[in-house]
Each structure stands twice: as C-alpha cells, then as structure tokens.
C-alpha cells in the first residue's frame, strides 16, 4: 500500500525549511501525480513549495504554501494520476507529441495557451490533462447511436447506457441494451448502467427508491442480481431535481448503498440546488452526498436543471456560478459536469427532444433557429402538432462548458443524449479534452 494512503499529519503542518521523512512522502507523492519536486530528500525547499502551490491551485485548495491536513486529504483522495508533464526535446514537433499520447495538436495547443504556430524549445515543459469523457444513451438509442460510438471511440473514456428504471414500488426494471453493451467492453471503455425514474415522469421515484426503506429494499435486491452477474462496472443515479425534504432521505440511501455494495462505483447526478429558503427547503447537503459516492454529476444535461422558470437560458456567469459553488463543497476531482447535446421543447416542464428531430421539425416548417444573447438556439412553431418554442444546444454555450470544466479542473464531463446530436459537438471535445482510458 502506498505510504500516502494511511499518512496522517494531525496537527502537524509542513512549510518551506521542513525536513524529515514526512517531507519525503509529500514529495513522493506529489512526484507521482506529475508535479515537479526536484529531488526527492525529504527537503521542503523551493522546488516543493512550487509544486505544493500547482497542486492547491489544481484542487482549489487555498493557496497558502503550507501542506496542512485539507491539502494530504487532497493528496490521498486524487488518486488518478490525470496530469502529465512532458519537458521538450530537442526537434520535438506538437504532431510528434498528439501521435504519442493520442490526442488532437489543438488539445495540446489550448491547454498550454500556446499560439496557432508555436515554436517549441528543448526543454520547454507542457502540461497535458486527461479528463474522463462519458457519452450517455437513452433507452433505444438505436444504430445511429452505436455508428456515433464507433466513430468516436478515441475521444470517450466509457458509456453510460439507460434502460434501468426504478418501478412505483422501487424495483429496478428494465435492461441494457446487449448489442451496446458488448460495443464497451470490446472498446474498453467504462460501462455504467444508468437508473433513471420511471414512465410516469415522477421525479421522486428513483430518489424514493432509495430514501423509503420497504422500496429500498426492493431497489437493492434487483441491482445485487444484476450486479453479481456483471451486467456492468459502475452505477449513475440520475435523480435530477430534488422535492423539498427529499435531501436527508437521499444521502441516508446512498449511505446504505455503499455499505451494501462498497465495490460498486456510483455516481449522483443532481441539479444546482436553490440558494436561501429553496435550498434549506431541499435539506440536502451535497458534502455529504458526494462523501456517500464516488462522483457528483452536476446535472446540467437536464433541461429543467439548466433553463430557468420562463425557459430562460443561462449566461456565462450563472454558469459558473454553478460550477464554483459546487466546487467549494465538493472536492473538484469528484465533480462531473452533465452537459447537454440535445434540445428540448419550452413548457410548463421542459420536454427533451432529439437535436436532429428539433432542426428536422424546424426544416418542415421553413423556420430557422437563431441563436439568443447566451448563444443558445432558439425557434417557435405555430403549426401543426409541433408548435411550441424550442431551445437547442448552440456551439458557443457547448465550448463554454468544456472549457469551464477543464478550468476548474473537474473529473470530466458527461455528454447527454449521445447518438442524433451535432457532430460538430465532437469536433469541440477533440480540441478541448484529452480522454481519460483505461
């Protein structure tokens, strides 16, 4: 077991001009996970006091240059080692270094701020971050979906399939779907099965599921059938957004899950709570819930998450404001952005549809979409059974998200629905993110 794991500096808090063997492991392990320390001699000098404030800027970690308890906390939880940093050699080209890793030059280029032409000098360094990349599929996607797969099986880490639903008692009904399911394991990729709630639309279904007992009960019943016979390696709970007084329920659920099976990632996707009297109304604490999973989706793949309550679209800063927020409870090495490649229709709830359905319907109709202040596209339809406004994911919002991610240095991202979206949405991935394998 590494040394890191069980390191506990109590009280104690490392400096610059410390020394000792716990010096060591701070620098072994930040030497690990692609920090540049120097030397490792159990010395806090110079070049370990850079790499300690790279890596609380990384985490959003105060930057205070000293390695306190929150800071080995960090250390022992950011397990994956998601950042590499490579020192140019001499006649090293950026294509020489996109065909090494397996990434895209304009990756390269747009993580290191570099310019369209750059210049490399031997000796340079270049830091290189992989981020996990999830498509998700609803329950009959289709061929269309498994050709999108295929095409781009470079740029994703693992799929999350739906077809799982929670029933009105809490069972867990439904399957995955084979041929897809066979398509991740030949690609290696991370299987997820994705539980979503039921036909009825009723949002405290799946989050019942795990906050009623009798229900409970039931819930875990069909997922250990299932799970013993390897139907898939890891488990999202799209619970979506919560009713008031569902929060303490949900994490006492989850706590339950993980006791019942602490060899089963999970992931929660929840929405940005309310702030004030909406959030303490909710009486969750997403701390707590991200403690009781292994990944916290923020769940903005989710139309009624992301649009306001006239169908508003989001800005730049109320996007972030999300992302930050969820940040400062949540260890950012936990956080997954749910981001959507969909469209949907504006009501009182907002109906998902497909991308290409919306600018199929749009087509019929000779009405063009036209993007808002937020780069969102926008369109209304008076005919027909189709009429309505519709909002669509535009590529200025689809980048800002990306980029948000990357910045904030969250787990990655979670692409929904997979399978009729733009494909120029992929292009996007490509030139921003570099896919976490294996």
Same mark, same amino acid.
């Given at each position: 077991?590494?040394? =890191?794991?069980?390191?506990?500096?109590?009280?104690?808090?490392?400096?610059?001009?410390?020394?000792?063997?716990?010096?060591?492991?701070?620098?072994?392990?930040?030497?690990?996970?692609?920090?540049?320390?120097?030397?490792?001699?159990?010395?806090?000098?110079?070049?370990?006091?850079?790499?300690?404030?790279?890596?609380?800027?990384?985490?959003? @970690?105060? #930057?205070?240059?000293?390695?306190?308890?929150?800071?080995?906390?960090?250390?022992?939880?950011?397990?994956?080692?998601?950042?590499?940093?490579?020192?140019?050699?001499?006649?090293?080209?950026?294509?020489?270094?996109?065909?090494?890793?397996?990434?895209?030059?304009?990756?390269?280029?747009?993580?290191?701020?570099?310019?369209?032409?750059?210049?490399?000098?031997?000796?340079?360094?270049?830091?290189?971050?992989?981020? @996990? #990349?999830?498509?998700?599929?609803?329950?009959?996607?289709?061929?269309?979906?498994?050709?999108?797969?295929?095409?781009?099986?470079?740029?994703?880490?693992?799929?999350?399939?739906?077809?799982?639903?929670?029933?009105? +008692?809490?069972?867990?009904?439904?399957?995955?779907?084979?041929?897809?399911? !066979?398509?991740?394991?030949?690609?290696?990729?991370?299987?997820?099965?994705?539980?979503?709630?039921?036909?009825?639309?009723? !949002?405290?279904?799946?989050?019942?599921?795990?906050?009623?007992?009798?229900?409970?009960?039931?819930?875990?019943?069909?997922?250990?059938?299932? =799970?013993?016979?390897?139907?898939? +390696?890891? @488990?999202?709970?799209?619970?979506?957004?919560?009713?008031?007084?569902?929060?303490?329920?949900?994490?006492?659920?989850?706590?339950?899950?993980?006791?019942?099976?602490?060899?089963?990632?999970?992931?929660?996707?929840?929405?940005?709570?309310?702030?004030? =009297?909406?959030?303490?109304?909710?009486?969750?604490?997403?701390?707590?819930?991200?403690?009781?999973?292994?990944?916290?989706?923020?769940?903005?793949?989710?139309?009624?998450?992301?649009?306001?309550?006239?169908?508003?679209?989001?800005?730049?800063?109320?996007?972030?404001?999300? #992302?930050?927020?969820?940040?400062?409870?949540?260890?950012? =090495?936990?956080?997954?952005?749910?981001?959507?490649?969909?469209?949907?229709?504006?009501?009182?709830?907002?109906?998902?549809?497909?991308?290409?359905?919306?600018?199929?319907?749009?087509?019929?109709?000779?009405?063009?979409?036209?993007?808002?202040?937020? +780069?969102?596209?926008?369109?209304?339809?008076?005919?027909?059974? !189709?009429?309505?406004?519709?909002?669509?994911?535009?590529? !200025?919002?689809?980048?800002?998200?990306?980029?948000?991610?990357?910045?904030?240095?969250?787990?990655?991202?979670? @692409?929904?629905?997979?399978?009729?979206?733009?494909?120029?949405?992929?292009?996007? #991935?490509?030139?921003?993110?570099?896919?976490?394998?294996?």
């Amino acid at each position: 077991m590494p040394p =890191w794991i069980n390191f506990s500096l109590g009280r104690r808090r490392l400096r610059r001009g410390d020394k000792g063997e716990d010096v060591r492991r701070l620098q072994e392990r930040l030497a690990s996970l692609g920090y540049d320390v120097g030397e490792i001699d159990g010395r806090f000098g110079y070049l370990t006091e850079d790499a300690l404030i790279e890596f609380q800027r990384d985490h959003r @970690l105060r #930057v205070d240059k000293i390695a306190g308890p929150r800071v080995m906390a960090a250390l022992a939880a950011a397990a994956p080692q998601r950042r590499i940093v490579h020192e140019v050699r001499p006649g090293e080209r950026l294509s020489d270094l996109a065909q090494k890793y397996g990434l895209a030059v304009d990756a390269i280029r747009w993580m290191n701020h570099l310019p369209s032409r750059p210049r490399l000098v031997a000796g340079q360094r270049l830091v290189l971050r992989s981020s @996990l #990349v999830l498509a998700g599929l609803p329950r009959n996607a289709g061929p269309q979906a498994e050709r999108t797969l295929v095409a781009q099986r470079r740029t994703l880490s693992g799929v999350a399939l739906g077809g799982l639903v929670t029933g009105p +008692g809490g069972e867990l009904e439904g399957s995955l779907d084979p041929a897809l399911a !066979e398509l991740a394991k030949r690609q290696r990729w991370r299987l997820t099965a994705l539980v979503m709630h039921g036909e009825k639309e009723d !949002e405290s279904d799946l989050a019942g599921a795990l906050a009623r007992r009798k229900a409970r009960r039931r819930f875990f019943a069909g997922l250990k059938e299932r =799970w013993e016979q390897k139907e898939f +390696g890891a @488990l999202l709970l799209d619970v979506g957004t919560l009713a008031p007084g569902w929060g303490r329920p949900l994490r006492e659920g989850l706590i339950q899950l993980k006791r019942e099976f602490p060899q089963l990632p999970v992931t929660v996707a929840l929405g940005p709570l309310g702030e004030g =009297w909406r959030g303490w109304l909710a009486d969750l604490d997403d701390a707590r819930v991200a403690e009781c999973a292994d990944h916290f989706l923020l769940a903005l793949h989710r139309w009624e998450c992301l649009l306001g309550k006239g169908g508003e679209t989001p800005g730049r800063d109320r996007m972030e404001k999300w #992302v930050a927020r969820a940040t400062r409870l949540i260890p950012p =090495w936990k956080v997954i952005l749910g981001i959507p490649m969909g469209a949907c229709r504006v009501s009182d709830r907002p109906q998902e549809v497909g991308y290409r359905a919306a600018v199929t319907a749009a087509l019929s109709c000779r009405v063009r979409p036209k993007a808002d202040a937020n +780069g969102f596209l926008r369109f209304r339809l008076d005919e027909g059974d !189709e009429r309505g406004e519709y909002v669509l994911m535009g590529r !200025e919002p689809f980048a800002r998200m990306l980029a948000l991610a990357y910045r904030y240095r969250l787990a990655g991202v979670y @692409l929904w629905p997979a399978g009729l979206e733009d494909r120029r949405f992929w292009d996007m #991935v490509v030139r921003r993110l570099w896919a976490e394998r294996g």
